[in-house]
T-cell receptor
């Protein structure tokens, strides 16, 4: 079945630094990628939707300059949290869809802790 | 945009019994769909079942089935013969990537 590999699974970084999270579709072309953040015991909050080769569409209230999304190829999308602060600590998860995949396939998530 | 609503923050069910998790949606699209996902404590999202608006029959996948009522705009998930491993968060979601608030299901032995 379709697989999305997300790395890293967890990361701890210092306040003010940037962190890049990668999602790779291993056996299908991810024409669409969704990026979410999830706080403990809450639902997934859609941050942005990106289509390969296009600029991401951000949800209202999500800072584009802080959460940089790149979807330059059909197998790779990245989310960069720039100048991270403790309030950015969260669980970030991607999901992808495309030819060869039924529905949406999720990555395993990245737990970001900013100290 | 399709809006998804789950009104049950938590549900309890006895092992081996069936349970229904509610999901309602609001859309003006003629063609739409609903996904159900399970999220155990490990955090991974597990796809369970999908229902398309043009599907003539309710979707079924093993112990999971959907009670799809277009007139009520509801797509409730029915889990039959609950198992302890079914304890998890359950989310209803739209194809546009929007999720309901989720329901925490606890299966009691």
């Amino acid at each position: 079945g379709a697989v999305v590999s997300q790395h890293p699974s967890w990361v701890i970084c210092k306040s003010g630094t940037s962190v890049k999270i990668e999602c790779r579709s291993l056996d299908f072309q991810a024409t669409t990628m969704f990026w979410y953040r999830q706080f403990p015991k809450q639902s997934l909050m859609l941050m942005a939707t990106s289509n390969e080769g296009s600029k991401a569409t951000y949800e209202q209230g999500v800072e584009k300059d802080k959460f940089l999304i790149n979807h330059a190829s059909l197998t790779l999308s990245t989310l960069t949290v720039t100048s991270a602060h403790p309030e950015d600590s969260s669980f970030y998860i991607c999901s992808a869809s495309g030819p060869g995949a039924y529905g949406y396939t999720f990555g395993s998530g990245t737990r970001l802790t900013v100290v | 945009a399709q809006k998804i609503t789950q009104t049950q923050p938590g549900m309890f069910v006895q092992e081996k019994e069936a349970v229904t998790l509610d999901c309602t949606y609001d859309t003006s699209d003629q063609s739409y769909g609903l996904f159900w996902y399970k999220q155990p404590s490990s955090g991974e999202m597990i796809f369970l079942i999908y229902q398309g608006s043009y599907d003539e029959q309710n979707a079924t996948e093993g112990r999971y089935s959907l009670n799809f009522q277009k007139a009520r705009k509801s797509a409730n998930l029915v889990i039959s013969a609950s198992q302890l491993g079914d304890s998890a968060m359950y989310f209803c979601a739209s194809p546009a990537g929007r999720f309901g608030a989720g329901t925490r299901l606890t299966v009691k032995p």
